[in-house]
């Protein structure tokens, strides 16, 4: 199998994409977005930085503890606190050193999906062609949010049953950046109470500017539930009335939200990946074992796996 298209260059898609071009597989990543990194995300304002999806990521496998260690030497990881690792100088920066080699694609957002008796044939929305599209593939992996991915793989008739047990809960960012430091721990604060539920200060993140104070603070699920539907700059004052009401009187000179519809995956598909070896097309993401960047990783090694064991199988069904 030899040109393979990873849709999405989260870190399950990267790790996927890795994995397989290390095998000497063609690979070829899609994203739509200019960044890399899907949820592992930061948020650029002029000279501000916020670090707005994934907080912080574990490395407990061994395999994620081999990426790390060589990131650390690069001083693209470090630690935050015990079992806490961040990207430097963003959340990205991981995402970014994965990428290294391998050829991927931004700002190209598939629509649909179509199987040929030459390959799978990917579409974009209307506008530039890419031209790595050009060719049909002869597999296609789906690293995206399970909701996504149902709705891709129907538009080449796929079914994905084992994803529609997946649930997400959205999540509400606040970033706001203040001309003076806040009263808040060193690490992160969780509220206990009203509408946030994580509270940062990017500052005392390794290989953070110090000045100015930029905080970024998560609402909590039920919250973000009930105002996910809300326009973002109807949600600022509501959630930086709940920040004053922890730090006391501050007045951002600089803030916005977002609005995460898929943030974290309450409840799994509670299996490490999906391979389809017959039709050549699989599935990868956190939505597979959990919330989580290592689980997002973890996945996409799951999958490469099962993509080079079926390799050179022509008949089939297997699950990762
Ligand atoms: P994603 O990161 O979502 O990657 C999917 C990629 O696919 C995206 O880049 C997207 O742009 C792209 N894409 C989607 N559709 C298409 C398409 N049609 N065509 C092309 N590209 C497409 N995890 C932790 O471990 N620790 C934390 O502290 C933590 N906090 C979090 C806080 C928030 C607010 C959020 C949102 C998440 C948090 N998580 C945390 C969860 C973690 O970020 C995710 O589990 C993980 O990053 C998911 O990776 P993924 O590769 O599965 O998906």
Not at 291 to 312: C, H, K, N, P
Request: hydrophobic letters at 45%.
């Amino acid at each position: 199998m030899n040109r393979i298209a990873i849709i999405g260059a989260g870190m399950a898609g990267l790790a996927a994409a890795r994995r397989l071009a290390d095998q000497g597989h063609d690979c070829t990543v899609l994203e739509k977005s200019r960044g890399l990194g899907g949820r592992m995300a930061t948020r650029h304002a002029d000279a501000l930085r916020f670090d707005h999806g994934a907080q912080y990521f574990t490395a407990r496998g061994e395999s994620l503890k081999a990426y790390v260690r060589g990131w650390q030497q690069e001083g693209v990881v470090a630690e935050w606190g015990p079992d806490r690792l961040v990207g430097c100088p963003g959340m990205t920066a991981p995402a970014w050193a994965m990428a290294r080699g391998l050829s991927i694609h931004r700002n190209c957002r598939i629509t649909h999906l179509e199987h040929r008796p030459e390959g799978w044939q990917l579409h974009t929305e209307p506008g530039p062609d890419h031209e790595a599209l050009a060719k049909p593939f002869d597999a296609v992996l789906l690293a995206i949010p399970a909701p996504q991915a149902i709705t891709l793989a129907a538009t080449a008739g796929i079914e994905f049953p084992a994803m529609a047990q997946v649930r997400y809960a959205p999540t509400i960012t606040l970033m706001a950046a203040f001309d003076h430091p806040l009263s808040l721990p060193d690490v992160a604060f969780e509220p206990t109470e009203g509408p946030l539920a994580w509270i940062a200060r990017n500052a005392t993140k390794p290989g953070r500017d110090t000045e100015p104070e930029t905080v970024v603070a998560h609402a909590g699920s039920e919250w973000s539930r009930t105002h996910v539907d809300t326009p973002a700059e109807e949600l600022g004052e509501p959630l930086l009335e709940a920040l004053r009401a922890i730090v006391g009187k501050a007045q951002p000179f600089h803030w916005q939200v977002h609005r995460w519809l898929y943030a974290r995956v309450e409840q799994a598909a509670g299996t490490p990946c999906l391979w389809d070896a017959q039709q050549r097309i699989g599935a990868c993401g956190d939505w597979a074992l959990g919330a989580r960047v290592e689980a997002a990783f973890d996945s996409g090694e799951a999958l490469a796996a099962a993509v080079i064991r079926s390799t050179g199988v022509d008949q089939g069904q297997a699950k990762g």
